[in-house]
């Protein structure tokens, strides 16, 4: 039990794709913008990781490793072309608003990474975990991003206007990429201050045994 | 290698593997495909929710044939695309809608506007009111499609078709009337375009209004200032005031055309050049006109890519790409339409 929640915490905090290995800068940067196409841009990438971490989990021990790559953009590329389908019949308006993001989703280092790092090395579960937490992380960064972006350039919030005042370049890629900036610089203080805290706990805890011990 | 040895080396390994996988999800998508694919008639249906939003509309197509939700390949009133001069018009219905106990009449077209982003196009649908036989107002826009606009995608609200919605005055829009996108000039000149080819459509095929034939390659050219100097011989053409998303500000040429309709001078009268900097990196043979002296409009079409303007052009117009083009356009202009200014007596 524990090994799943370390790949669902490495995936969701430590190991966060968007902030701390900074992959998929391009659907970030090019979606923040607006809260509910970040969002839903997520969505579709969890999605297709965990698919994309399943079937290449399954598929590990049959596909040579010599053309390992080109059979998981081969999946990854097919998987895509579903959900363009699924998501241009069943909700125009969110294929609409991603735009060619979606097809770029082919290309997300996010996917490629963890298929080669992750899932030819591990069974169809952990994959199958770390595809969710992976693409859950990458959800919650960019869905974040998307509110203080869409609020400081829209004054709106998943398309619901809160209030009139509005500063232009947060609507534009080049907002973004400074909100984008802010958030790591936060994220990883927070980070650091967790673990400054958690190993200034382990040390009191280790100093306190020690001095039982010596009292004993 | 024997063939022996070959099926049982690693390659064969490699090529049955790769092979396997495209097989398994070729058939896949294929059969996916045929479960969701999104008709015409889907396509169609979509469009109207967006414009009319929950106002229920009687669309008619063909032969005034009604169309429902059921019906996969509308017909629509065009039966193959139009080509206009700064429009493709691909469909076109009548629509009928009850406001208030009133009946509505309607046209909704489908309209590919041309001169976006690198020679791409910004495929809209304009739905307008006819009142007493004519246009009465526009009553809404939407985006269906682009090409090759990456700077457009989701940049185009409600602000800005504002510009276009509401009671219509014959108005013909352009980016020169200062309401377009920042940073996506040359999609908002397409959509422009789109909605300008969607009306004149209207006028002319369902409102029998005639349009004056447009001249080619005139999309840069002030129609209004450009005249012929029978005592000189000469053309002299203006361009348009930063026409179609373009920085340029009116040029003046002088352009006088041979019997064979090749370029006898060119001489420029005004540049437009948005600043001296730009004018000194025009190319020098252009601003001295030897370069254009003599050659014909297959050359002119083939420098400015049939008169479109893209940052891709042949490095002819390189430096001030926009200004040089101007100019090679302007002796398109000139050649394709010297006969119109001087009676065929060039």
């Known amino acids: 039990m524990n090994k799943y929640k370390n790949i669902t915490l490495n995936g969701l905090i430590f190991q966060n794709p968007t902030f701390m290995l ?66 241009e019949k069943f909700v125009p308006d969110l294929y609409d608003s991603l735009g060619g993001f979606l097809a770029l989703i082919v290309v997300n280092c996010i996917i490629l990474g963890r298929a080669e790092a992750f899932a030819n ?30 609020f400081l350039g829209k004054g709106s919030v998943f398309g619901l206007q809160i209030m009139k005042f509005k500063i232009g370049i947060f609507a534009s890629p080049a907002g973004s990429f400074l909100i984008f900036g802010i958030s790591i610089a936060l994220f990883v203080y927070i980070l650091n201050l967790f673990e400054q805290h958690k190993r200034v706990k382990v040390n009191r805890l280790a100093r306190e045994n020690l001095l039982n011990t010596e009292a004993a | 290698m024997t063939v022996k040895q070959f099926f049982k080396s690693t390659s064969f390994k490699c090529i049955a593997a790769l092979l396997s996988i495209l097989l398994v999800c070729g058939v896949f998508l294929t059969i996916m495909y045929g479960l969701l694919e999104v008709t015409e008639g889907e396509r169609l249906q979509r469009a109207i929710k967006k414009l009319y939003g929950g106002t229920e509309v009687t669309i008619y197509g063909m032969d005034d044939v009604k169309i429902d ?28 809608l009850v406001q208030d106990g009133e009946t509505h009449n309607h046209y909704l077209v489908q309209s590919r506007g041309k001169g976006g982003n690198d020679n791409g196009t910004v495929t809209c649908w304009v739905a307008v009111e006819i009142k007493d036989g004519k246009i009465s107002e526009i009553y809404n826009i939407s985006i269906t499609a682009n090409t090759s606009q990456e700077y457009a995608d989701g940049r185009f609200n409600d602000e800005f078709f504002g510009k276009f919605k509401g009671e219509y005055n014959d108005r013909v829009f352009s980016t020169a009337d200062g309401y377009l996108v920042s940073g996506a000039t040359q999609s908002s000149n397409a959509i422009d375009n789109s909605v300008n080819g969607a009306i004149s459509f209207i006028k002319e095929t369902f409102l ?54 090749k370029i006898e001078s060119f001489e420029i009268i005004a540049n437009g050049s948005t600043s001296d900097k730009n004018i000194d990196k025009m190319n020098p043979d252009i601003l001295n006109g030897t370069l254009f002296a003599g050659k014909d409009l297959a050359y002119f079409e083939n420098i400015t890519a049939n008169g479109q303007y893209s940052d891709n052009m042949n490095e002819v117009l390189s430096g001030a790409t926009q200004s040089n083009f101007i100019c090679a356009y302007a002796c398109a202009f000139a050649l394709a339409n010297i006969d119109n200014y001087t009676g065929g007596n060039a």
């Open chain 1, 121 to 150: 090395k591990h069974t169809v579960l952990e994959s199958a975990v770390d595809g969710l937490a992976n693409g859950f992380g990458f959800t919650a960064a960019l869905t974040v991003m998307g509110i203080v972006c869409e």
């Open chain 2, 69 to 96: 939700d059921s019906v996969k390949e509308p017909k629509s009133l065009v039966s193959e695309t139009v080509s206009l001069e700064k429009a493709d018009i691909l469909a076109a219905y009548r629509i009928e």
């Open chain 1, 22 to 87: 900074v992959l998929g800068t391009c659907p970030t940067l090019g979606l923040i913008s607006s809260a509910s196409s970040a969002a839903g841009m997520g969505l579709t990438v969890v999605v297709i990781l965990t698919l994309s971490n399943v079937f290449i989990s399954l598929l590990k021990n049959l596909i040579p490793n010599e053309v390992r790559i080109p059979c998981y953009i081969v999946v990854i590329a097919t998987l895509v072309t579903f959900a363009r389908m699924v998501l």
């Open chain 2, 208 to 261: 029998g209004e005639e349009i004056e034939a447009s001249k080619p390659y005139s999309m840069y050219i002030d129609l209004e200032k450009t005249a012929f100097d029978k005592e000189t011989g000469k053309l002299t053409v203006v361009t348009k005031d930063k026409a179609e998303g373009l920085y340029p500000k009116p040029f003046t040429f002088e352009i006088a055309v041979t019997a064979d309709k």
